[in-house]
């Protein structure tokens, strides 16, 4: 992801992030939920997103998931990438305060990805807030930044790439990767 795309604002408020934190359903997946005849529920997530989630705890930046659904789906994807998993969350806000609180950062070192009405208060809470092209036109109307990635298609792994280059991660990551 070239800089010079993303405005100077943007890339100031990402340089600052020690905690990204997401919401599921219509950021981690594409909003669709799947029940099988025994009401059991499942959920198709986007490996470039988990791989992009990896390279920010890799990189010292703490991943969270955030979502007032009781998931078991989004709980175990949230094991398989070792991120913090909050399903069944009532309140996303105080939530996302008791994190920040529990690592001893501030608001503004938090980014949050949301997608609708429930996730406008963090979005507009955090340092940076962002939504996915498949937003809800009011969360995208109020997030500082807007991936062009719809939701559980690479809109999370656009974050995780924003946050790595505004850091100066990438050049490390690649060079593990580029090593003979």
């Known amino acids: 992801m070239p800089n010079h795309d993303i405005p100077a604002d943007?890339?100031?408020?990402?340089?600052?992030?020690?905690?990204?934190?997401?919401?599921?359903?219509?950021?981690?997946?594409?909003?669709?939920?799947y029940f099988d005849a025994d009401g059991?529920?499942?959920?198709?997530?986007?490996?470039?997103?988990?791989?992009?989630?990896?390279?920010l705890r890799k990189s010292g930046i703490e991943v969270a998931f955030v979502t007032a659904r009781s998931s078991t789906a989004a709980a175990h994807r949230a094991r398989d990438l070792g991120v913090r998993s909050h399903v069944g969350v009532g309140d996303k806000l105080a939530c996302v305060e008791g994190l920040a609180s529990e690592l001893g950062i501030g608001l503004?070192?938090?980014?949050?990805?949301?997608d609708d009405l429930p996730d406008i208060r963090v979005i507009r809470a955090v340092g940076l807030?962002?939504?996915p092209a498949s937003a809800h036109a009011w969360t995208r109307e109020r997030a500082h930044w807007?991936?062009?990635?719809?939701g559980g298609e690479g809109a999370a792994r656009e974050l995780c790439d924003l946050l790595l280059s505004a850091q100066g991660h990438v050049d490390t990551l690649l060079a593990a990767v580029d090593a003979p």
């Open 10 to 33: 943007i890339l100031d408020r990402a340089a600052k992030i020690r905690l990204a934190c997401f919401d599921v359903d219509g950021t981690l997946t594409d909003g669709r939920l």
């Open 40 to 55: 059991r529920e499942s959920k198709a997530f986007s490996v470039l997103d988990g791989q992009g989630l990896a390279l």
């Open 108 to 114: 503004a070192q938090v980014c949050f990805m949301g």
């Open 129 to 131: 807030g962002v939504a």
């Open 146 to 150: 807007c991936t062009t990635a719809r």
